[in-house]
């Protein structure tokens, strides 16, 4: 019987993408807020992380908060994101408080493209 070592899979779990409200940490950026998207992902041991595909850096969860000061966000399944993507025919973010914002720095925002659909 062929032995393979174990993946990245078996010891993450409950993986959820985050739209939130962030203060920028660097570039140009730095001390905007503005809507921002990033997935949250715990350990077997209980350890929260924050991947930030903008940076591509993994970051405490604790840490990733404290740095961009987040206070407000909603945290989706990958159903609920499959549902949204389908509902609103774009990536997010989904929620009013945030679209706001995003509609503030991108006034292209929310224009659907057609034929995007998950599930």
């Known amino acids: ?19 939130g409200l962030v203060v920028g940490a660097m570039g140009e950026n730095y001390g905007v807020r503005y809507s921002h998207g990033w ?4 350990m077997n041991d209980g350890s929260e992380f924050c991947f930030d ?13 404290t740095i961009g ?8 399944t990958r159903e609920q994101v ?7 025919e774009h990536y997010g973010p989904w929620e ?7 509609k503030g ?5 929310g224009r659907a493209k057609k034929g995007v659909h998950y599930g």
Do not use: W
């Not at 997935?39 to 715990?42: A, H, I, L, Q, T």
């Not at 940076?55 to 908060?65: A, D, E, I, L, R």
């Not at 499959?82 to 609103?88: D, L, P, V």
């Not at 009013?96 to 995003?102: C, G, I, K, P």
């Open 69 to 76: 000061k987040v206070k407000e966000a909603c945290a989706y």
């Open 105 to 109: 720095v991108n006034p292209s925002f």
């Open 96 to 102: 009013s408080f945030l679209v706001e914002v995003e």
């Open 53 to 65: 595909s903008e940076t591509g850096f993994v970051v405490v969860k604790s840490t990733f908060y």
């Open 1 to 19: 019987m062929k032995q393979t070592l174990p993946g990245i899979a078996d010891y993450i779990k409950d993986v959820r993408l985050v739209h």
């Open 39 to 42: 997935v949250e992902f715990k």
């Open 82 to 88: 499959h549902a949204q993507i389908n509902r609103y």
